[in-house]
């Protein structure tokens, strides 16, 4: 009976995701197919400039293409002609071109979809090495102390497209190990896959490697352990339990590569599908961009379905029998040394900001152009003359204010959709490989360019791996034995939320909140950087690392410092964090 309930109840949530999957799709393409509208320039023009650089065409111009594309019969018409072709493997010509879409998207997909892989393949081996000393003792009952994740914190702040300007130059030009530009063959892909695998890695792997105490302190482990069973084993059921919380982030993380890898696209100089995106994007060139939108929405539902089905074939029977223990975190205490490195971390920013306020940020020199560090300029100066140390100082209240109202945000919309999962997967599933810069045209064609029109945009889709974290860890929870109990002893929603559901997740999230902290304001950066954003001259920590990394083989040192900046702040976070939840934990248990 229990099974025959469980698989009806089960049926009725997978329409309705179904739906939501529907409905999340529709709702993606049809803003897209808006964007020449809501932006309140004329398409005509746009496209017209598009393919001759033509800065004044003539009315006769702008007319002879609206009636060339049809632009006089509105969005819909044209919406409903390019869905009409869809079933014939027609997406249309392209508007600047004049070529078909379709084999451009594939080309496009193919590429992105290879660099992906590669990333992936990058991305194991970075988490596989971060998380091999917890397995490895943990295996023997040899973790005696908690970590604060700092390696992860620093490979996690790398910004992406200043590590792949670092590697092409280093080892693509310098060296001459691999190519640096352009996708020819396997030796391409090296390069790239490491500028986004790197970061990715450390997300995952630190994630990871926070999950896997908990995993080893669940009774089965303490006894296979007492019954002398190998090593190897525990530790593959244990990277098996926590691997299960952990595996949704690969979507937002590594499958969203295929549209989000913008910028390592174009530093490499691949004709992938984010820079495919982008670029019918800015061109309002709508049938491109409506196909590879599709494309995009198409991968996530299906790397989604994938993983939610990898990870529920990982925790077995029990899942779906109501019979899986709690994941609760371990008591091991934490190292004196995370208070000393957030101290540390704490001072160095506070003072580096403290000096660049007492200096001028606007001032221009251009006699002193790219100087490197000095008395005068402790950090050198910018392509502008302009003082760095003064730029990082003004800028960071800005910039880690911003980022950390985004974050927020951000996670308030992921614990509250993630607990409506039913609804909300399919809408998770979409949004999770958009890329932020595509959001962004869409947010700043209705609010206009400014700062908080490209926050707006970077939580349009920042929500969803906090989402999928949330949804995941809390079908492991209502899965465990305690909440049955708790149901059984008459458990209220409220009850259940407060002492169950939230102390499950909660923790994890923020982790995972502070772990992509660098990330949000990267991408606030890229947007303010393509004029959607912080408009110049407004000194912020991403458009400083976007306005100097082209001068970064000549003058290193113009990156150096509000790159430093990232990792001290997420070195802070999240060891600061720690050595808090460390106290805690100790005052609790000595109460």
């Not at 970077?458 to 999928?468: E, L």
């Amino acid at each position: 009976m229990g099974a025959i309930s469980a698989g009806a109840e089960a049926r009725p949530a997978q329409w309705r995701a179904g739906v939501g999957r529907l409905a999340a799709g529709a709702a993606l393409v049809t803003a897209v197919a808006l964007l020449p509208w809501l932006s309140g320039t004329d398409p005509a023009r746009t496209v017209l400039r598009a393919r001759s650089a033509d800065q004044d065409p003539t009315p006769a111009q702008l007319a002879a293409v609206r009636e060339q594309l049809g632009l006089d019969q509105g969005p819909f018409t044209h919406l409903a002609h390019w869905l009409g072709g869809l079933p014939r493997g027609d997406a249309g010509t392209s508007w600047v071109s004049g070529e078909p879409v379709l084999p451009q998207v594939s080309a496009a997909f193919a590429v992105s979809g290879t660099l992906m892989l590669g990333a992936l393949v990058v991305t194991l081996a970075v988490a596989a090495l971060l998380s091999a000393r917890t397995l490895y003792l943990g295996s023997r009952r040899r973790l005696r102390q908690g970590r604060a994740g700092t390696g992860a914190a620093v490979l996690a702040a790398l910004p992406k497209f200043l590590l792949a300007s670092l590697l092409a130059t280093v080892c693509g030009v310098w060296l001459g190990w691999l190519p640096s530009s352009g996708w020819e063959g396997p030796s391409s892909m090296v390069l790239p896959s490491l500028a986004l695998g790197v970061p990715s890695g450390a997300m995952i792997g630190g994630l990871l490697d926070q999950s896997l105490p908990a995993a080893f302190n669940e009774p089965w482990a303490r006894t296979w352990h007492a019954f002398g069973f190998p090593p190897g084993l525990i530790a593959r059921n244990a990277l098996r339990r926590a691997l299960a919380g952990v595996l949704p982030q690969l979507l937002p993380t590594v499958v969203g590569l295929v549209g989000g890898a913008v910028a390592v696209e174009k530093i490499f100089n691949i004709p992938g599908l984010g820079r495919l995106a982008l670029d019918a994007a800015l061109a309002q060139d709508l049938p491109p961009l409506q196909t590879a939108t599709l494309v995009l929405i198409l991968l996530g539902v299906t790397a989604g379905l994938l993983l939610q089905a990898l990870r529920r074939a990982l925790l077995g029977p029990a899942l779906r029998d109501g019979a899986l223990p709690a994941l609760h975190a371990s008591d091991l205490p934490r190292r004196r040394s995370m208070s000393w490195i957030a101290a540390f971390c704490g001072v160095a920013l506070l003072t580096a900001i403290g000096a660049g306020l007492l200096r001028d940020p606007l001032h221009v020199d251009t006699a002193a152009r790219l100087l490197p560090p000095s008395l005068a300029h402790p950090l050198g100066t910018d392509s502008l003359g302009r003082d760095l140390l003064a730029r990082l100082g003004h800028g960071a209240l800005r910039t880690t204010g911003v980022a950390l109202a985004v974050t927020t945000v951000s996670v308030l919309l992921g614990l509250l959709l993630g607990m409506a999962a039913q609804v909300s997967s399919g809408l998770t599933e979409a949004l999770s490989t958009l890329p932020a810069v595509l959001a962004g045209l869409l947010t700043t064609a209705v609010t206009g360019p400014s700062v908080w029109g490209a926050a707006l945009a970077v939580c349009m889709v920042g929500w969803t791996p906090y989402a999928a974290q949330t949804a995941a860890l809390l079908e492991q929870e209502r899965a465990s034995g305690h909440m049955l109990a708790a149901l059984s002893f008459g458990a209220g929603p409220r009850y259940l939320l407060r002492h169950h559901h939230l102390p499950a997740v909660l923790p994890a999230v923020l982790r995972n909140a502070l772990l992509r902290l660098p990330t949000t304001v990267l991408v606030l950066a890229s947007l303010g950087f393509l004029g959607l954003g912080e408009q110049p001259p407004t000194a912020e920590w991403g458009r400083l690392l976007s306005e100097n990394q082209p001068y970064l083989e000549l003058a290193p040192w113009a990156v150096l410092g509000p790159a430093c900046a990232l990792v001290l702040l997420s070195v802070l976070a999240v060891s600061g964090t720690a050595s808090g939840w460390g106290v805690s934990r100790r005052h609790r248990s000595s109460r």
